[in-house]
DNA sequence: GGGTGGGACAATC
DNA sequence: TTCCAGATTGTCCCACCC
């Protein structure tokens, strides 16, 4: 218990210690009225699954806390002495990396998407209003903040906080646009300077001043002033020595403000002395709380006062941060700009235990990160699946390929294993994220060129905006290779692969098409998408069947058939295109810019291949056509044969699930 | 013992 | 009525292997 709280005080009052929400650092929150606010999200968040899971996190740290506090009890004081000299040493060796001669700027726009929207419907203007949906906000207005309204709060909550608040959905079309204006008014200061989202930036302006022979001060002042010019939006500045200091004075005077802290040592030692810990980039909710609660760390100079402590129970680079921190020290260089080190992709929904709809969601998600791997020109080797339960538990399950992969059928095969080995559990969120990339392929000139034609906008969540926009089609070209070893295109794969599961071809126009498909996938007709679907799904029916071991002692399905042992692509004459040009069944040539028509085509053969087997006895019709056919039907609109719920089969996937009707949920 | 991979989790916006 | 996100990076710890 803190602040001078009784066990009493607790009974009556429990949303006293339920900080999940609220938090009064966020700039603008300061007059508000900390135990109303938290009464209510306590009052709407109670009996949740939600809030056991931040009960059951809450006493985890608790017992964190409370193992530190013996590890710290049991520390002899030569113990603490020689750790005292660690620290000693320590702080000299960081003091000499004390650089007091550049000058940072820390750019923060004020409610950035909530301002945008406001520009955009003047109406809003004055009004609380907030950005996001019922479910989450991204950001809300300083009006919205004076109720306790803030980003990361469910808006369903932040309703009950303040009734009259208004919900606009994002946009991240207008965030873009206005952020790319911002940024070319942070140019003409520093050419190099670092984004760090969409509405924050660091900029190096130690030799704009110089030139212009203005202080900080002045520059910082002279930049707001130009953004609000171009934009019509306003910002905060915070300018000091270093970037981790920039970042706290950009808060201080937010919104519409500036802070300055000068290049002096001793200017900064003061400042850090009263700031508290939170305020510090790298120092969160936990950290903030262990630090607090076992060491009794508040603010920053405590953390010099107490480093023997903290080299005495944390890792020697967390220590070593803490005392940088401390000691007001941060990065002065401009840093090299990082490559990605992973991509993922992950989905929340309505928690479900039927784990079709979970293979389901696992292969919608699978696509969707393949295609942001093609994309961005990636291939990688090491899968994880990120799982969150019904009651909230985050789960993840890792795997290292044999080989580099972007390919979904690959991705889907491994993820489908790493599930299974999780069955039976109910899921609200699934996520795929890939790593380890081949570095080769990336620093090669190939894909080099992709990367960099491609510099994926992302919110500032750090989200690819451009999840299913249209690609440049040169550019896109360059990242594949021009290996031409494969001269027959098969309709519905506008990429091949060799056998490491590499792109060895693309037909620009097919591309196109796909692109197309992308962007309109959410839209696209349902009978056109499961048509579409199959193909792609006969492929995945043996490989991921197989995988899961699907075929052994197949059991009678619920429409009472045997389950289907043998994908129907084997019995299917393949449709491609001889020569790139005519139909392999019909011999129709369709040139292949004609890539809708072909699709078409294609989806001609494919109705009138499922037409035939239908039109065949049972006895020897092939169960999948049945269900492929019933999968078009359905789609199509018709009223196809009810399916009875029989018995669970936790050993069978209908793959044309995974396709007819995908992303309807997300 | 060092390297590597996997899992958990914190942090950021 | 609605009922707590998504993407990415980094760190730490543990297990396993050579």
């Not at 309505?350 to 235990?353: E, K, P, Q, V, Y």
């Given at each position: 218990m803190e602040n001078g709280e009784t066990s009493s005080d607790l009974q009556s009052r429990p949303w006293q210690s339920y900080n999940t929400v609220y938090t009064n650092a966020k700039a603008g929150m300061e007059g508000v009225d900390k135990e109303k606010v938290q009464k209510v999200v306590y009052e709407m968040s109670k009996g949740s699954k939600y809030f056991q899971n931040e009960e059951r996190k809450e006493a985890l740290i608790r017992q964190k806390i409370e193992h530190m506090r013996e590890r710290c009890s049991k520390l002899a004081s030569s113990d603490l002495s020689s750790y005292q000299k660690v620290v000693d040493k320590r702080i000299l060796e960081l003091e000499a990396t004390r650089d007091l001669s550049r000058i940072w700027l820390h750019v923060d726009m004020d409610a950035f998407y909530a301002a945008v929207e406001t520009l955009s419907n003047p109406s809003l203007k004055g009004k609380p209003m907030a950005v996001g949906s019922l479910s989450m906000l991204s950001t809300a207005n300083y009006e919205a903040r004076k109720f306790g309204v803030r980003a990361a709060m469910p808006g369903f909550i932040a309703r009950k906080l303040c009734p009259d608040l208004i919900i606009v959905p994002t946009d991240f079309t207008k965030y873009i646009h206005y952020s790319d204006l911002t940024r070319k008014v942070f140019r003409n200061y520093d050419p190099n300077f670092v984004a760090a989202s969409l509405d924050e930036a660091y900029l190096d302006i130690t030799e704009v001043c110089r030139e212009r022979g203005l202080s900080g001060g002045e520059i910082a002042e002279d930049l707001r002033s130009f953004v609000f010019s171009e934009t019509g939006l306003t910002c905060s500045a915070g300018v000091a020595p270093n970037r981790l200091l920039a970042k706290v004075c950009s808060d201080i005077n937010k919104p519409n403000g500036k802070f300055l802290l000068p290049n002096d040592r001793v200017a900064v030692m003061t400042f850090i002395s009263?700031?508290?810990?939170?305020?510090?980039?790298?120092?969160?909710k936990v950290t903030e709380h262990i630090l607090k609660d076992a060491?009794?760390?508040?603010?920053?100079?405590d953390m010099v006062h107490k480093g023997s402590l903290l080299y005495a129970l944390f890792s020697w680079s967390s220590a070593d941060f803490f005392l940088s921190v401390g000691l007001g020290l941060g990065r002065t260089d401009t840093p090299q700009a990082r490559s990605r080190k992973s991509i993922s992709n992950e989905r929340t929904f309505?928690?479900?235990?039927d784990e079709m709809v979970l293979y389901r969601k696992l292969a919608e998600i699978a696509e969707l990160l393949s295609d942001d791997m093609k994309k961005e020109g990636l291939s990688a080797k090491t899968l994880t699946l990120k799982l969150k339960t019904a009651s909230f538990e985050i789960r993840t399950r890792a795997v290292s390929l044999q080989k580099y992969t972007f390919s979904s059928e690959d991705i889907l095969k491994h993820a489908s294993k790493l599930l299974k080995a999780e069955l039976p559990v109910s899921l609200r969120l699934i996520g795929l994220r890939m790593s380890q990339f081949n570095e080769e392929k990336r620093n090669g000139d190939a894909s080099q060129t992709a990367i960099t034609k491609f510099i994926v906008p992302t919110d500032s969540f750090g989200r690819n905006l451009h999840n299913h926009g249209s690609m440049d089609l040169d550019a896109r070209k360059d990242c594949l290779s021009n290996d031409n070893s494969l001269s027959l295109s098969f309709d519905t794969h506008e990429m091949s692969y060799d056998d490491d599961g590499n792109v060895m071809e693309a037909d620009p126009n097919q591309e196109h098409a796909r692109n197309e498909e992308i962007n309109t996938r959410n839209t696209m007709d349902d009978s056109c998408h499961a048509f579409r679907a199959l193909d792609k799904e006969m492929s995945q029916l043996v490989e991921v069947d197989a995988l899961l071991g699907?075929?052994?002692?197949?059991k009678q399905d619920t429409m009472g058939e045997e389950s289907f042992a043998v994908s129907p692509i084997r019995e299917m004459e393949q449709l491609f295109w001889v020569d790139g040009l005519k139909c392999s069944i019909c011999g129709i040539e369709v040139p292949p810019n004609f890539s809708e028509e072909r699709r078409e085509h294609s989806d001609f053969h494919l109705a009138e291949r499922l037409q035939k087997q239908e039109s065949v006895p049972s006895s020897s019709a092939t169960p999948i056509s049945k269900r492929s056919v019933r999968a078009v039907e359905k789609a199509k609109g018709k009223k196809g044969k009810k399916q009875k719920s029989g018995p669970k089969e936790s050993n069978y996937i209908p793959i044309h699930a995974f396709f007819t009707k995908s992303n309807q949920n997300f």
């Open positions: 009263s700031l508290p810990i939170r305020k510090v980039g790298g120092i969160g060491l009794a760390i508040k603010t920053c100079e309505a928690a479900t235990g699907k075929h052994e002692g197949c």
